[in-house]
């Protein structure tokens, strides 16, 4: 099992800046991919960012150059450092930590955290 604490949502105006942190916890030598994922009101949730264990980056189109995910396998922790924000990127903010598929490949999530960008 996986465990997953996501951070630092909150309310910002359009064009600042917001930092999520997602800390895992339990079998996270099994984690390969964590990410972050979204869902705003009445939509279904969407693909953000993800990073590999490696280093390896993927973007959503609507985030690139705007969003940076990073991540500290020290810590086991993983980082959206959200600049620029509109008021689309409006949502629940969710963790994802993905194992390696020789050790399952389960998904699991965080509690999600919400961030507000008012225009």
């Known amino acids: 099992q996986v465990q997953l604490v996501a951070s630092g949502g909150g309310l910002v105006q359009a064009g600042g800046s917001l930092r999520l942190s997602c800390a895992a916890s339990?079998?996270?030598?099994?984690?390969?991919?964590m990410g972050w994922y979204r869902q705003a009101p009445g939509k279904q949730r969407e693909f953000v960012a993800t990073?590999?264990?490696?280093?390896?980056?993927n973007y959503a189109d609507s985030v690139k150059g705007r969003f940076t995910i990073s991540r500290d396998n020290a810590k086991n922790t993983v980082y959206l450092q959200m600049n620029s924000l509109k008021p689309e990127d409006t949502a629940i903010y969710y963790c994802?930590?993905?194992?390696?598929?020789?050790?399952?490949?389960?998904?699991?999530w965080g509690q999600g955290t919400q961030v507000t960008v008012s225009s």
């Open positions: 990073i590999e264990r490696g280093g390896s980056t």
């Open positions: 339990g079998r996270t030598f099994a984690i390969n991919a």
């Open positions: 994802n930590a993905r194992l390696y598929a020789g050790l399952g490949g389960d998904d699991y």
